[in-house]
Structure formats: C-alpha cells, structure tokens
C-alpha cells in the first residue's frame, strides 16, 4: 500500500484488477475475428491507474463533486478502457459482448456519445489536441478538474500531437496529466529502428517545457509516485516504457498481435500463461 498527502494506491489489488482486464480482453477476443490486443495489454496499468488511483469520480458524471476527465487518445488501446468502465458499472456486459458488431454500440477505437467517452479517438494525433483544449476551457472556466490523456509511439510522430504540447506549456496547463505509452512500435514496425531520432522522448517533453519523468510504465507505484511528486506549475507527462502485449509471452514485441485475436489454442495458452486471480 502506498500512502501519500493525496489519497491511497494499493499496488497489489491493482495488478488483481490488471490481470483480470487481460483475462477478459482475452475473452473478448473469442467473439470477434481481430481486435488490438496487444496495444490494450501495454497501457492496462497506466489506465488502471488513471482510474482506480488518480481521477476523481472515474467514468459516473452524476456524482456530486468535481469529475475529473479521460481521453484515450490511443484509440486502438480502447478495449483497455472498455472493461474498466465494465467493472465501474458505466458499460453493461451486453455491450462488450456486443464488441465490433452491426449491433453493438462499442467499436474498435472509442466514439463520443458512448458512456464514460469523452472524445472520438483513433484517428492518431488528435488526442492531444482535444486535452489541450478542454484544460484549457476548464482553467477559464473556473473548474478545479483534471484532465487525463495516455498517448502512444506512433502519435508522437504526428505534428499537431506536438503542437498541442507546445500550447499545453505556452498555456501552463498544470491540469493536464499526459500518459506515453511508449512500446516501441507503431503498428507493425518497431520506432527505434525505423525512426532513431524519435528518441530520447523524454528530453524532447522537456524542451517543450513539460515537467515530466520516465518509468516503467507497468509499475503502477512508479507511476503513481511520480505524479504525487509533481509540481503543479506545469503540464505533467509520465513516459512509460512499456511492452506490447505484456503478459503473455508469445505476443509480447511480437508485431501481429496489434492486428489478430488468438485461436482457441492460443487463448487457452494465454490464459494459463496468466494465471489465476489471487485474492
């Protein structure tokens, strides 16, 4: 258990509730022919966080009190949102049953309209954007919210996503918290081998007048600490190194998997790889 001025993190009931998401992203899979598991599998514990350890009133606008605010600007990691908003009870088990299909209102990117989504998203280098405009109408509005967006590679290759830190900085939106889900891979093809002078990340952030730190984006107590150390003079960014398709060993940096769903053979063998939920 981590205690800070802010509130409490339990670290170990949130890699339960990881490896329960896997589990059910995992069945998901079987209903539909291809879905992004991998790209879900690598940010699991930054959304988690966002969630269960960060935002106030998580995915129900109608409590009493300031909501904070998610964009998953990483579109094709949605199925990550998608069954922690299941688990909150703002998503039925009807919809992620009705996952990709003429009847469901769940699609493979997140649409504005469905409960607990803020902004369509998917299309890459929007995201930012978005976030950048709604903390800055909520800092002239007067509202005490925070807004939280989770990135990945591929976006940061596109020019408005940098253009929106910019602005985010020139504005000192210190109620921006921005999340980099930092696999290594857009799409099919790895960043540091296609595009070298993409890193070092970090420092670029930085230059662009963000604080920001890098951690082990599937260390929710990292994580977490560095955001409660944050100063609150400007926007704040996690970079976090993931691994695309964590936890199960066959789909980890293993490209396919951010296009397939596993056949009945290997969703038994991820299952197993995962393993049971401990109390």
Known sequence: MITTLEQRFDVAAGRRRCLRYRQRILEISQQVTALHVAPAFSCLEMVDLIYHGLMRNPGNRSHAGTPDSFLMSKGHGCLSQYVILEELGVLANSDLQRYCTPIGQLGAHPDFGVPGIEASTGSLGHGMGIATGM????????????????LSDGELQEGSTWEAIMMAANLNLHNLIAFVDLNDFGGLARMSEGHPAFYPVLDKIQAFGWEAIEVNGHDAGAMYEGYCRRSRTQPFMIVGKTVKGKGVSFMEHVPIWHYRSPNKEEYAKALGELGEVSS
């Open 135 to 150: 903390a800055y109408a909520d800092r002239i509005k007067g509202d005490d919210r925070a807004v939280f967006v989770v």
